[in-house]
């Protein structure tokens, strides 16, 4: 069945709901319900802008990153979060919005990005920890979305899932070097856990009775886990990690709970959350701003490479005239 096919609506609509009951993948060419292409374009185009904003934190660092290899490193990561983001437009493409019109939407604040990148990168300790932490929720999060019920947004997570976990590793194995070096560097690692472990948890979203969209995502399997059954699963993997980097998760309330054979952990400051999502957390200005002056400064290379375009269109045109 094609998006232009001209059976009737209830027909469409029982194919597209046998497709999902029998786990199968959906295809641009075939037809959604109109709810269903604007929630993929919602969460796509909030994934590839996280992305993209979230070269910034990390960017930061890459001037003065502490030697070659780990310029190196960090370098080759930045990059492939700005890949990443175009994987995900192009994702979002193949549901009839283009690049520009999500990039205007972006810089006006009419979508949302990661919470995570309004928070400033104080010290190189941070770039470890982001890996380890923020690309350690990503993946948790992020592993079951290539069982997306959209083709080419679950196509697209299997390469970003590959890419996350180097990016995962090489945070953990920074943090290892840093906590085996000096006294110094070892409580710049602890003062940076403490800062990020709150919004990290945070990523995962509003807890599930105060998610709106998660009940009708994970009916269409573009969800497979609720919010909170990311956040418990990411909590239980990091548990053990902390403890072999000798670090403390500033929780108080995190123990074992036998019972139910995962951790126990406090509640994160959901008012912060909310502040931070509608434009008021610590670097939120700063980051739109920034992505708004590339945007700007780029708008010579997109005219250029349009006026290209158009002279090889003409050229095609005489030649075949
Ligand atoms: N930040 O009903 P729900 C990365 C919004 S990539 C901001 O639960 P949903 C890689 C939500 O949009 C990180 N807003 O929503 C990397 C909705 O608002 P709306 C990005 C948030 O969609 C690493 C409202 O709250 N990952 O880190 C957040 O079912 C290092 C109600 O929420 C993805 O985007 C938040 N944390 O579930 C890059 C993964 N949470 O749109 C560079 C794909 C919720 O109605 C460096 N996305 N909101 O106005 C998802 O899995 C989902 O969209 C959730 C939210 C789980 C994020």
């Known amino acids: 069945m094609t998006a232009t096919d001209e059976r009737s609506h209830p027909a ?18 075939d037809w959604m319900p109109e709810a269903y292409r604007k929630t993929l374009i919602r969460q796509i185009a909030q994934h590839a802008h996280s992305e993209i904003i979230g ?46 019109e999500l990039t205007e939407k972006l810089i006006e604040s009419k979508q949302k990005y990661s919470s995570i990148f309004n928070y400033p990168t104080l010290t190189y300790a941070d770039v470890g920890v982001i890996g380890w932490l923020v690309d350690g929720a990503a993946i948790c999060n992020q592993v079951p979305l290539c069982r997306c019920s959209y083709g080419p947004y679950a196509r697209a997570m299997v390469r970003i899932c590959k890419e996350e976990s180097f990016h995962q590793r090489q945070g953990y ?3 290892l070097a840093m906590v085996n070096g000096t006294p110094a560097q070892k409580a710049m690692v602890q003062e940076s856990v403490d800062r990020w ?13 105060d998610s709106p969209n998660t009940q009708q995502s994970m009916a269409w399997n573009i969800k497979r886990h609720t919010n909170d059954e990311l956040r418990q699963r990411f909590v239980d993997m990091t548990v053990p990690q902390a403890e072999a980097l000798g670090v403390t998760l500033p929780d108080p309330d995190l123990r074992w709970n036998d019972e139910r054979q995962a951790h126990d952990f ?13 434009g008021a957390g ?13 945007h700007e400064s780029g708008a010579w290379v997109r005219e250029a490479a349009r ?14 005239a």
Request: cysteine-free.
């Open 12 to 29: 469409f609509e029982d194919e597209f709901q046998a497709t999902i009951d029998a786990d199968q993948r959906i295809e641009p060419r």
């Open 55 to 100: 070269m910034q934190p990390e960017g930061n660092w890459i001037g003065r990153a502490p030697s070659l290899r780990r310029k190196a490193i960090l370098l080759a990561k930045v990059q492939d979060e700005a890949g990443h983001g175009m994987y995900l437009y192009a994702a979002a493409e193949t549901l009839g919005v283009d690049r520009e």
């Open 173 to 175: 194995e920074l943090l």
């Open 197 to 209: 472990w709150w919004p990290s948890l945070m990523m995962f979203g509003p807890a599930d009775g």
């Open 266 to 278: 406090g509640e994160p400051d959901w008012s912060e959350f909310k502040a931070v999502i509608s």
């Open 282 to 294: 610590p670097t939120n200005a700063q980051r739109i701003a920034h992505r708004r002056r590339a």
């Open 307 to 320: 006026v290209y375009a158009d002279k090889q269109a003409a050229k095609k045109r005489e030649v075949t």
